[in-house]
């Protein structure tokens, strides 16, 4: 793997330097310590020694690395020089920043957005000794490597759909295991709508349908994919993950969350698609369970809605749709059992670099600006219960929200239906 910029990028980001008060781009990592820059260089195992690179409008891109790791350095397309002793790597620097004012690094004032805070205090004050003042590049990253592209976009939505069918799959296997007749058997030939699934052994355990789905979505053409299988109160746990020994038996007459994700394989540009689907392994919903789908439902209808109205007039932040998803769920008396954010940036990372739908964990005043991607997945969590979270994906153009997948979910998944 060698240390590179995509041209897409490059021309991206000079562009967008150009309408800011902002001199220039300088990335910065060791050790794969700063995600951006690592993803962006394409060193995400990073270099064991620090490494900068300036990009300046009207200027070729240029690096500064440590000379015994130039071995990394081989497909580099733009200028380079190298040093060895720190002295000589602070020289160089000076001489790099020379005319700049003001540069962006992975910053955040205050650790707003600590995912953008990625370069450590010494390294900015190493930078801003050479003379310059160190900014936010919080909204160079939004408007450049967080935008999806129409391979992304494209991408993005061949996966959603294969997440779709699959969830719905899943429900319909994990059914099958806990009704009478599957009870007898461990192998069933229509385990899916028309024998979808073909013959399958039957789950038993939340880990058996983690590992059916995963094989699932491989043999489909998608790649980094896994999921959260939780059933009963289980689903009360935001993160819980279902290792083989420990993991819950399938149930009859229990909630069932499944959160899964993947991205197209062998596309370099594709983009995640990210979902959470609820059923409930018996043929009525409860009452407390469907009071609180359909505050979750609304919310997350509510943030979609608050885009839609916002075409057209001052972009919101991530905070303010966050904001906007919570007010459904405060309203129904449910604050107390909110436990995160309410969506996550998404491009070819799954949690991306873009802005988060967040205004409690975090302060993430950045602009959904078109072109980017995020989750919308409000959830309730009611410990020893049950958990219900409602989780689709949208694509900001400058026409409004795309959301994804085609037919979100309307209702829990019933075993009669």
Same mark, same amino acid.
């Given at each position: 793997?060698? *240390? ?6 490059v021309t991206a980001a000079m562009r967008e330097l150009q309408g800011t008060d902002i ?28 490494? &900068? ?49 003001? +540069? ?26 050479? !003379? ?10 939004? /408007? ?6 129409? +391979? !992304? ?25 806990? %009704?009478?007749? *599957? ?5 069933? #030939? ?19 349908? +983690? ?47 499944? #959160? ?37 439902? *609304? ?30 769920? #405060?309203?129904? !008396? &449910? ?12 491009? /070819? ?32 969590? &009611? ?23 085609? +037919? ?7 075993? %009669?239906?």
């Amino acid at each position: 793997m060698s *240390a590179n910029l995509s041209d897409e990028f490059v021309t991206a980001a000079m562009r967008e330097l150009q309408g800011t008060d902002i001199d220039a781009w300088l990335l910065y990592d060791l050790e794969a310590r700063n995600r951006v820059a690592a993803e962006l260089v394409g060193l995400p195992e990073g270099q064991t020694r620090r490494y &900068f690179i300036l990009l300046q409008p009207g200027k070729a891109p240029h690096a500064l690395a440590h000379r015994i790791e130039l071995g990394e350095w081989t497909e580099w397309k733009h200028d380079l020089d190298s040093y060895v002793s720190w002295q000589e790597l602070e020289a160089r620097l000076t001489d790099l920043l020379d005319g700049c004012q003001r +540069v962006a690094m992975e910053v955040s004032p205050g650790d707003a957005v600590p995912f953008m805070d990625n370069v450590p205090a010494g390294v900015v004050e190493l930078v801003e000794g050479c !003379g310059v003042k160190v900014v936010s590049s919080a909204e160079l990253i939004s /408007r450049t490597y967080a935008q999806w592209g129409q +391979v !992304g976009r494209t991408t993005h939505r061949h996966a959603a759909e294969i997440l779709a069918t699959t969830a719905h799959e899943a429900f319909l296997l994990a059914g099958r295991a806990v %009704s009478t007749t *599957a009870a007898a058997s461990t192998e069933h #030939d229509d385990a899916g709508p028309d024998g979808a699934c073909g013959k399958v052994d039957l789950p038993q355990t939340e880990h058996d349908l +983690v590992r059916w789905i995963v094989e699932r979505l491989e043999q489909a053409g998608l790649t980094e994919a896994d999921t959260i299988v939780a059933i009963g109160p289980n689903s009360a746990l935001p993160h819980y993950w279902p290792e083989e020994v420990t993991c819950a038996p399938l149930e009859a007459g229990k909630v069932l969350l499944i #959160d899964l994700w993947a991205r197209v394989a062998d596309q370099p540009a594709a983009v995640f698609a990210d979902q959470t689907w609820m059923g409930f392994l018996g043929d009525q919903l409860p009452g407390d369970v469907t009071a609180v789908w359909d505050a979750v439902r *609304a919310a997350r209808d509510a943030g979609v809605e608050f885009l839609v109205e916002s075409v057209g007039k001052e972009l919101p932040s991530g905070a303010d749709v966050d904001a906007r998803v919570r007010d459904v769920l #405060d309203a129904r !008396g &449910f604050a107390e059992a909110i436990f995160h954010r309410t969506g996550h940036g998404m491009d /070819r990372v799954n949690h991306g670099f873009g802005p988060n739908l967040d205004c409690v964990e975090t302060r993430d005043e950045r602009r959904l600006v078109p072109g980017i991607g995020f989750s919308v997945e409000p959830g309730l969590y &009611f410990e020893g219960r049950f958990g219900v979270r409602s989780e689709i994906n949208v694509h900001l153009t400058e026409a409004g929200p795309e959301v994804s997948p085609s +037919v979100i979910q309307e209702f829990p998944w019933l075993l %009669s239906n």
